[in-house]
């Protein structure tokens, strides 16, 4: 199986602020994913995070508020940017292995802004 | 009508009582279909692929029903820690994963 490290874990921010969230692999990694889930709602897919090109972004998100990076295949970026209230919620790195058609998800992380 | 539906729950179960999930989903190309678990504050974690014989795991039997776009979990005598959220997940041909809302599970003593 994949192991994700994400950081950070959880935060609290400001409104009007952004904040970078890292997600890294312990192996290459085809496919990567961010997903967004708030409070007692399923899961959403943000976007899928392309090595070496830009993201394929879900309908209702965008590159402006939600630029990722993936400079390789064990690593990719989430910037929430210019953060409002409705922004809160747990935001998840996930990894498909091809080879079992599973996908691992990191542990996640908490933000809240204020 | 939702890609997946599942009923939210939460199931109320007593300590070694079956209790089945359903999960009906709306794309007929689906090619893959799987459960997770999510525990409160936790990431979901793959509890089983669900294939087109059915399979089993322990006290986990997975069932798929292609005709009527329906998938089932069961569990049997169910434990304490069983005590979750079970996400029913379908994937088309693409790689993207569809969630369901999850189905809470409270496993009582």
């Known amino acids: 199986s994949a192991v994700i490290s994400q950081k950070p874990s959880r935060d609290i921010c400001q409104r009007g602020t952004s904040l970078t969230i890292q997600c890294q692999v312990d192996?290459?990694?085809?496919?990567m994913f961010w997903y967004r889930q708030q409070p007692g709602q399923s899961l959403t897919l943000i976007a899928t995070?392309?090595?070496?090109?830009?993201?394929?972004?879900e309908s209702g998100f965008v590159i402006d508020k939600f630029p990722i990076s993936r400079p390789n295949l064990t690593f990719s970026t989430l910037t929430v940017s210019n953060m409002s209230p409705e922004d809160s919620s747990i935001y998840l790195c996930?990894?498909?292995?091809?080879?079992?058609?599973?996908?691992?998800f990191g542990a996640g992380t908490r933000l809240s802004v204020l | 009508r939702k890609e997946v539906e599942q009923d939210p729950g939460p199931f109320n179960v007593p300590e070694g009582a079956t209790v089945a999930f359903n999960c009906t989903y709306s794309n007929s190309a689906s090619q893959s279909f799987f459960w997770y678990r999510q525990d409160c504050r936790k990431e979901p974690k793959l509890l089983m692929s669900?294939?087109?014989?059915?399979n089993e795991d322990g006290r986990f039997t997975a069932q798929l029903n292609r005709a009527s776009q329906y998938i089932s979990l069961l569990i049997r005598d169910s434990k304490l820690s069983d005590s979750a959220t079970y996400l029913c997940v379908v994937r088309g041909n693409n790689y993207q994963l569809i969630w369901g809302a999850g189905t809470k599970l409270i496993i009582k003593p």
């Open positions: 192996s290459q990694v085809t496919m």
């Open positions: 996930s990894v498909l292995w091809t080879e079992k058609n599973i996908q691992y």
């Open positions: 669900v294939y087109s014989s059915g």
């Open positions: 995070a392309n090595q070496g090109s830009e993201a394929t972004y």
